[in-house]
């Protein structure tokens, strides 16, 4: 599909889980369509890597919301995916450790703290636009009026497997027990949180990654932005 032939198409939301296929899926898309990728979970890292450099206590809601305002984060999309930097300094690896992935969840759950990324996310949106957003709340929140809504998912012993394999390449030392046991904590918690929590959004089609590779993903999605686009065309 060529960006011309998506024109209609503004704005395509992906959720799920981690280790659902989501991050390299939108990144994969965004590429195809020509879109812009605005990956929103990288947001919440690199918010969360910069507390944890500065010694924040990440229950202090309001000095995690003084620091979400006021942080000078840039996503850069690169031929590889997405450059993150903060005052300019590339941290796109330092914010995919153990530690940050552990602590993010104390970001995520709090409502200022989502309230101000979710303006940060739509500030960036009218930027990007056309652009795939990927995230926990992309189709429930931060852009429920999307033409496109897809939830990815799988079952979590292949979540935790690919998680692992990921971690792995980069030379981070864990073992596959504890990969699994950290992804069903976080489900856990993102479904359950209050504010925002991970849910189905309304209208989203609901793609099982468990027994596919990217390149399907990636054909899948393709194919129902497809079929959406010609009943977008005759309307
Ligand atoms: O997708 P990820 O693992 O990079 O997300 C990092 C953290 O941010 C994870 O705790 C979930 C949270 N997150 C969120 O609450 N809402 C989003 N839109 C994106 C990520």
Known sequence: MTKSSAKTIKVITIDG???SGKSTAACKLAQRLGFAHLDTGAMYRAVTFQALQEGLNLRDSAKLVDLAKGIDLDLVPTAHGTQVTICGQDVTELIRTVEVTENAHFLASQRDVRDE??????????????????????????FPHAQVKFFLDADPATRAQRRYQQLQRSGQAVTY???????????????SRPTAPLEVPAGAIVIDTTNMSVSQMV?????????????????
């Open 177 to 191: 027990d504890q990969v699994l046991a950290g992804i069903q904590t976080r489900d856990a918690r993102d479904s």
């Open 17 to 19: 889980p981690s280790g």
């Open 117 to 142: 990324m979710v303006k940060r996310q739509r500030k960036l949106a009218t930027k990007l636009t056309p652009l795939v957003a990927e995230g926990r709340d992309q189709g429930t929140v931060v």
């Open 219 to 235: 054909d899948e999605l393709v194919r129902h932005i497809r079929r959406i686009r010609s009943i977008l065309d005759q309307g």
